[in-house]
């Protein structure tokens, strides 16, 4: 065998090692969380540094291993396949090629991704010091944005500036089979399709509507105000001066209760026979948010500036309904039900097939659990839909059809839809079953 054969076998065996390192590079960084790697940082475990860096900017150094995998794989194929063709001439092209997929996919791919998979810590910190020498070479670097940059050109409309990235679609795709695979729970795969979706949801989709909000009157006195607290079970009431448009501020529940214990009145000058005291006094500032804001950025904003309640506000500045903090959780985990709570479920499955929700479920909640595919227009809720399908203010017991199922009005307070019974639709039988 001549030895520039020799060499090009040598050279395509390194490099099948080499992609087979960087298919275990590529994996383990994928896998590993960020905050992982910098407990390992505190931990002071050998190679921590240089992976915390990596995956401080995952993107940056995926893209230049995916392209060194790349790069060796076909190096690899090629030199092999000149030194079978001198040899066996077409033939040996054929059976070299199957040779490099069985040996690519098992020794270079499948056995190294799946080391990464069940030692994602361990591989991580042995990849780390190498991988950080490859994306700091800078002019391995610069071809890897070019190329990049390329492809962005080839691509209509704007590209990515740092290449190809992970959906939400996928994100869910791989949830799913985790949860099939037993690597995640059910309600794990639920909490990550709920943080996805909570990017998306607006402020308007959440929050109390304008006619659920309970609010007092700004001359209203502590004890009427207390009764309201009362009554209700609320920690935080609005202040309404002239209506509910014009909120004043937010009284607390526990300065109307301190307010009762120590007996005290707005202005302590005068005489206690005057009266009793308003709430006017008591008012703590109220915090105002649009409609179109998302929970996410709300989120934040209530965990920095430190309150729990906020009056949302449409377009035209009116009152739109109120959001709490509760509320935005709710969105992560699900409903918050304590033992006050006496609203009713938001869906019940009924016998027979069918579901009674409440006009405020999102229609998305009742999509994804009917796995219909519903219209989506100017309307968030269920009530909001068949009113738009009705085409007018709805009457009890009032019905619409939508594809295969029944829309029934089955609650009605004035102009506003509170219950719908949504059922399937009797199939038409076929021909053949008449026939028979």
Not at 59 to 74: G, K
Not at 228 to 242: A, E, I, K, L, Q
């Amino acid at each position: 065998m001549a030895l520039g054969h020799v060499l090009a076998l040598l050279a395509s065996l390194f490099l099948l090692v080499t992609a087979a390192f960087l298919a275990m590079a590529e994996t383990s960084l994928t896998r590993l969380p960020h905050a992982r790697a910098k407990a390992l940082l505190e931990e002071g475990r050998r190679g921590a540094a240089s992976l915390e860096h990596l995956l401080a900017n995952r993107q940056r150094a995926l893209n230049p291993v995916l392209l060194a995998v790349l790069t060796c794989h076909l190096s690899a194929a090629v030199m092999l396949g000149l030194v079978a063709h001198s040899y066996f001439g077409a033939p040996g092209l054929v059976l070299v090629t199957v040779f490099e997929i069985v040996v690519i996919f098992v020794l270079a791919e499948a056995a190294p991704k799946t080391y990464a998979l069940e030692h994602p810590e361990q591989s991580a910190l042995m990849v780390a010091p190498v991988v950080n020498v490859l994306v700091d070479f800078a002019p391995y670097r610069l071809v890897t944005r070019l190329l990049i940059g390329a492809a962005n050109v080839v691509l209509p409309g704007k590209g990515r500036k740092e290449g190809p990235g992970v959906s939400e679609e996928e994100l869910l795709a791989m949830a799913d089979v985790a949860v099939e695979a037993d690597v995640l729970e059910v309600e794990e795969r639920a909490l990550i399709r709920s943080i996805i979706d909570f990017g998306d949801t607006v402020v308007r989709e959440v929050m109390v509507p304008r006619p659920d909000m309970v609010t007092i009157p700004v001359d209203a006195t502590v004890g009427e105000a207390m009764e309201t607290v009362v009554n209700n079970g609320y920690s935080r009431v609005p202040v309404c001066g002239d209506g509910i448009d014009d909120v004043v501020g937010m009284v607390y529940a526990k300065d109307l209760l301190r307010a009762t214990r120590d007996g005290r009145r707005d202005d302590p000058a005068v005489d206690p026979a005057a009266g009793p005291a308003s709430v006017d006094g008591l008012m703590r500032e109220a915090q105002f948010v649009p409609e179109t804001k998302r929970v996410a950025e709300l989120l934040r904003e209530m965990q920095s500036r430190m309150y729990h309640m906020a009056i949302v506000v449409d377009e035209y500045g009116s009152t739109a309904g109120l959001v709490t903090l509760e509320d935005l959780i709710e969105e992560l985990v699900g409903e918050i039900v304590d033992e006050f709570d006496v609203e009713d479920p938001m869906m019940e499955p009924l016998p027979g097939g069918g579901v009674r929700v409440n006009a405020r479920l999102s229609v998305d909640e009742l999509d994804e659990f009917l796995q219909l595919d519903l219209p989506k227009g100017d309307w968030d809720t269920v009530g909001g839909l068949m009113l738009n399908l009705l085409g007018h203010p709805a009457v009890e017991g009032e019905t619409v059809e939508l594809d295969d199922h029944r829309l029934r009005a089955e609650r009605v307070q004035g102009r506003r839809i509170g219950r719908v019974r949504i059922t399937p639709l009797p199939r038409p039988r076929t021909m053949e079953a008449e026939s028979s």
